[in-house]
């Protein structure tokens, strides 16, 4: 995963082509090649393919999208508990009209990016 200092600091797309080359890293083989959803990843070390909808079209990347979705709203429930007044548990992180609210009156907290666009629109720094 990218952290929230690293996204801010480098961008989203470089910070998620670091945490993709970080995970492949950590395989217990190495693969040849890999695939990815969406456009091709410039930053990425590893050969790839790269699927627009892929989630649609190749089961390994259907099945990596559920685990990612699963964990991403383990985390927020998790967060929610820690934060119950963005309403993480509800919302999932997503920039509904509470969490809005919520960044407005309450401010961010360290798992909010600066670098994200609603937020740059919306809130003074």
């Known amino acids: 995963a990218a952290s929230v200092r690293e996204i801010d600091r480098i961008n989203i797309l470089r910070a998620t082509a670091r945490a993709m080359d970080r995970a492949l890293t ?14 091709p990843v410039r930053d990425l070390s590893w050969p790839h393919d790269a699927v627009v909808e892929g989630d649609a ?10 685990v990612a979705k699963v964990c991403r709203d383990r985390l927020m429930c998790r967060l929610h508990g820690r934060y119950p007044d963005y309403g993480w548990a509800r919302n999932m992180g997503y920039g ?7 960044l407005r009156d309450k401010g961010l907290t ?6 994200f666009g609603l937020l740059q629109l919306e809130l003074p720094f």
């Open 96 to 102: 509904t009209r509470e969490h809005r609210a919520a």
């Open 110 to 115: 360290p798992h909010h990016r600066t670098s």
């Open 26 to 39: 950590r395989l217990p083989e190495s693969p040849d090649h890999v695939v990815v959803d969406g456009l």
């Open 57 to 66: 079209h190749v089961h390994s990347i259907a099945c990596a999208s559920i």
